[in-house]
Structures are given as structure tokens and as C-alpha cells.
């Protein structure tokens, strides 16, 4: 196992592929951190002029100890693990492309072991691209937000934690479905659609008539994962916040009906299961040439 571990690495790093996609992994991510980060600070620094502060305290509010910079945070790293995503996508629909599977399945003892040496190697990459996306997230919120707005240590940890997490959870999500796909034009395409618009107009009518369905759905549900974090940090911090604000701040970190963190992961898990399972029996049922 060993040595398929090894070989399985060396795979990635010979090609250009996985620098190619950490390039804008970092960008997007310290993008959407500087400008969600300014507007979580603009937000809570409008709040805080005379006509606003007069309704915060009409509504029982008080928006001064708010870090909605975890929503920052959240949103930042949600957007940014779609690059694992499709970096674990490719890891078995492009040797199918290239052919090189052949190699793969006739050089170890039997196609589980192979798969099994895939699924360790990208457990790492994601971690990898994970600690990236943290880093270029928090470098971002360093930029935008005020300090009296920053995270506490114990809330950078825990985003870190849950960041790192999300990134892995994609990585294997892509593996399993490249694996069930195995095109790399459609697997990367159906991917992105999914992620990007299918789900979210899905989580458009379902906000609407049944918000609790969305926390079970597989981007709910890894959104979930950060987004809950952040809320229950955000909340931890802050005195006073009604339900109807906390709504609106999860829906701020694209965590709508989410449950929480831990749950989140464990229902990503579930779906990541199915579509690896599928991908696996699919494998190993298919000739090679």
C-alpha cells in the first residue's frame, strides 16, 4: 500500500495540475475574504450612526460586540473549496481520458487497494488545499476588517478546523464522482452547475416553503460545515441577537437551514459515500484496455 501511496503522489506531482488549480484557489478565496470582509465591517459601522442605533434599541439590538467577519470567513472558504472539488473530480476521470488507468489496475495487487491508495492520497491534497484556502482567507480578513472586529483565537482555530474540513470533504466528494462519471468535461461541468446554480435555485423555492431540507442537501450540507461554525461563534460573541438576525446571518454564510457543524459534515459524509460508492462499484466493473 505503501508504494501505491507513493505512486499515487507522484502522479500529482509531476503534472502542473495541482499548482495550476492552487493558483486561483488562493485568489478567489483572498478575494472574497477582502470584499466580504469590507462590507461586514461597512455594515456593522453603519449601524452604529444615530437614526440606526435609535432601532437597535427599539428592537432590543446591539450590534457593537458583532464579529461578522465569521460570516466572512464562511462564505469565503464555501466558495473556494469548489477548486478540491474539481481537483478531486480529475484524480480518476482523467487517467480513464488518458488511458493511464491501465497502468494503474495492472500494476497493483487489485483495483481496491489502488482506490483505496487514491482515496488516502487526496485525503491529504484536500487537506493541503484546505490549510491554503485558510491562509489566504485569513490574510484577506487581516486586510478588510477592523481588529475590534477580528476573530478570537479560539475562532480562528475553530474556522481553521472547519475550513481544512470542508476542503477534504470536497476533495473526496470530486473523487467519488469523477470516478461514477469519469469524462472530464462533464464530470468537472455537472460539478460547478451543481454546486454553483442547481442547488442554490433549489435553496431559492425551499427558503420559502421548506428551509429545514436544505441542511440535507449535499451543498447545504458542506455549506452547513462553516456556516454553522460561524454562527455559533458569532453568537457566542455577541449579547444580544433576536432569531430573526442569526437567520440572516447564516443565510449571509450561504447556511440557510443548516444544522450544525458537526452534523453538516456527517450528512456531507453520507452523500460523499453514496457517490464514492457508486464510482467504486462502477470501477470495478468496467473493463480497461
Not at 499548482?19 to 449601524?47: K, N, Q, R, Y
Not at 466572512?72 to 487517467?95: D, K, M, Q
Not at 446554480?197 to 441542511?215: C, D, K, M, Q, S
Amino acid at each position: 500500500m505503501s508504494r501505491l501511496v507513493k505512486s499515487e503522489f507522484r502522479k500529482i506531482t509531476t503534472t502542473h495540475l495541482w499548482w495550476a488549480l492552487l493558483i486561483p484557489t488562493v485568489l478567489v478565496a483572498f478575494g472574497w475574504a477582502v470584499g466580504t470582509g469590507f462590507l461586514g465591517t461597512a455594515f456593522v459601522d453603519t449601524l452604529q450612526d444615530d437614526a440606526p442605533r435609535d432601532l437597535e434599541i427599539a428592537l432590543g439590538i446591539d450590534s457593537r460586540d458583532w464579529i461578522v467577519s465569521y460570516f466572512a470567513i464562511a462564505r469565503s472558504i464555501n466558495l473556494a473549496t469548489l477548486f478540491p472539488l474539481v481537483f478531486g473530480a480529475l484524480a480518476i476521470s482523467s487517467e480513464f481520458s488518458s488511458k493511464t488507468i491501465t497502468t494503474t489496475f495492472l500494476t497493483a495487487p487489485n483495483r481496491v487497494s489502488a482506490l483505496t491508495a487514491k482515496l488516502l492520497v487526496y485525503i491529504g491534497w484536500g487537506a493541503f488545499y484546505g490549510l491554503a484556502i485558510v491562509a489566504a482567507v485569513a490574510i484577506g480578513i487581516l486586510v478588510s476588517t477592523d481588529p475590534d472586529r477580528m476573530p478570537t483565537a479560539g475562532g480562528w482555530i475553530s474556522m481553521a478546523m472547519v475550513g481544512v474540513l470542508a476542503s477534504i470533504l470536497m476533495t473526496l466528494f470530486g473523487v467519488g464522482a469523477g470516478a461514477l462519471i469519469r469524462n472530464v468535461p462533464a464530470v468537472v461541468t455537472l460539478l460547478i452547475l451543481y454546486f454553483l446554480a442547481i442547488e442554490n435555485g433549489a435553496h431559492f423555492i425551499l427558503t420559502i416553503h421548506a428551509p429545514e431540507v436544505i441542511g440535507f442537501l449535499p451543498n447545504g450540507s458542506i455549506n452547513g460545515v462553516t456556516g454553522s461554525m460561524a454562527a455559533e461563534l458569532f453568537l457566542g460573541a455577541a449579547d444580544t441577537v433576536p432569531d430573526w438576525v442569526d437567520t440572516a446571518m447564516r443565510a449571509a454564510a450561504g447556511a440557510t437551514g443548516a444544522h450544525a457543524w458537526w452534523l453538516s459534515g456527517l450528512i456531507f459524509v453520507g452523500w460523499s459515500a453514496i457517490v464514492f460508492g457508486g464510482g467504486w462499484m462502477a470501477t470495478q466493473r468496467r473493463d480497461i484496455t
